[in-house]
């Protein structure tokens, strides 16, 4: 089968003005490459004609298959029935059935119709129209020298219903079982991305199929592993084997895979061992707490938890004593196992965690900016208290605070 090029491209100001983000286009490249159709290109273009008809051309000279999401509404700034148009001198007919459609929920919603929805039932003479389900504007299917083309509605629900009612089964039989691409996502915490590149570099360099490809992201580090094959078994095989390998390396730091968040395996640990977690919270201010009740469940495994930001409550309301607040200070060792200890018992838990330190803009008790404690204590007589210090700005400290508290939780927990 011929390898097959696809573009998708977006019309749409508000796309260029950052007003919302392109997830249509996210969206679509993930289902052209369960079929095995590579992107190789995403445009964007504004409400401009020429600039349309211009990105149009582009489009039809270098690829195959051409997704058009956008600019099929009733308003004057919807260019893109016009421009491909100038490129095609196709003709443009009335579809009647979509204007009855559109007379119709009209009439129904007891409203006056303007001229200019008319528009909407527009399309180009001997396409094939896609039903549109969920709006106004039908999709449309045209082929022009070779090239097939889809234009969709900009509005994602819309564009969603027609792909999958509508193009995903013109893919299918395109396609064939020929070629289909799988991927899978591993996640990993307390490991950098240079480090998981440098334990991997062998692996990575003799890739072929699947590919591995390791990304950097907020809450840790991912690799993404691709394959390509003639089924779904072949796929999982090709997929599967390569994950063994990689973690007979770097298992030590794998937490999950996919749309996993290492919150949700932290919740999912707690239920398995029945325990329950209650969190102090100073420099963080809630924001480990709100990562763990986030998470469907959390009712049955956190206790709750305190912030105590300012010395008085961590003294008088959660019993930190005055002893280590005097002599060792709030930014300390000391004050973070007691944070842990004593949130512990006042909410009748298994496990306590405690975070103190210093998020800046200012150093603190001779402290430097983004000095940070975190303890966890347990019943059974657990300690551990580390310290770390966090470069980059207030919000960044904090957010590594709370990630870091989330490995060491979930290390305590694995072992």
Known sequence: MKQLKAEIVAVGTELLLGQIAN????????????????VYNHAVVGDNLNRVEEAFLQAQNRSDIIIVTGGLGPTDDDLTREAFQQISKLE?????????????????????????????????????????????????????EGRVWFFLPGVPREMKRITTDEIVPFLRDLTGDEQMIKSLVLK???????????ELKDLIIAQSNPTIAPLAQDDGVVIRLTAKGASEKQLDELLGKTKEQILARVGGHYFGENDQTIEQVIVELLLKQN?????????????????????????????????????????????????????????????????AEQIRIKFASQIGI?????????????????????????KNGYKKVESFLFNGARSAVRKRACLKGLELLFNYLKS
């Not at 763990?292 to 004593?321: E, F, M, Q």
Request: charged residues 20%.
């Open 23 to 38: 997830t249509n286009a996210q969206w679509l490249s993930q289902q052209l490459a369960q079929y095995g159709i590579n």
């Open 354 to 378: 405690g975070f103190t330190g210093v998020a800046g803009p200012d150093e603190m008790e001779g402290q430097p900016v983004g000095k940070v404690y975190i303890a966890i204590s347990d």
């Open 188 to 198: 990993f915490i307390g490991i950098g991305e240079s480090t998981l590149e440098h």
């Open 275 to 339: 325990k329950k977690m209650a969190a102090a919270e100073s420099l963080t201010g809630g924001m480990f707490t709100e990562k763990i009740i986030s998470v469907s469940g959390a009712s049955r495994v956190c206790s709750g938890g305190l912030v105590c930001y300012d010395t008085a409550i961590k003294r008088n309301i959660l019993g930190v004593t005055e002893q280590t607040i005097q002599e060792k200070g709030t930014v300390s060792e000391a004050c973070a196992y007691e944070m």
């Open 92 to 144: 443009m007919v009335e579809h009647k059935a979509t204007l009855d459609k559109i007379e119709r929920y009209f009439k129904n919603h007891t409203s006056k119709m303007t001229p200019n929805n008319r528009k909407q039932a527009r399309i180009f003479k001997g396409c094939t129209v896609l039903e549109n389900n969920a709006g106004m504007a039908p999709g449309m299917k045209v082929e022009l």
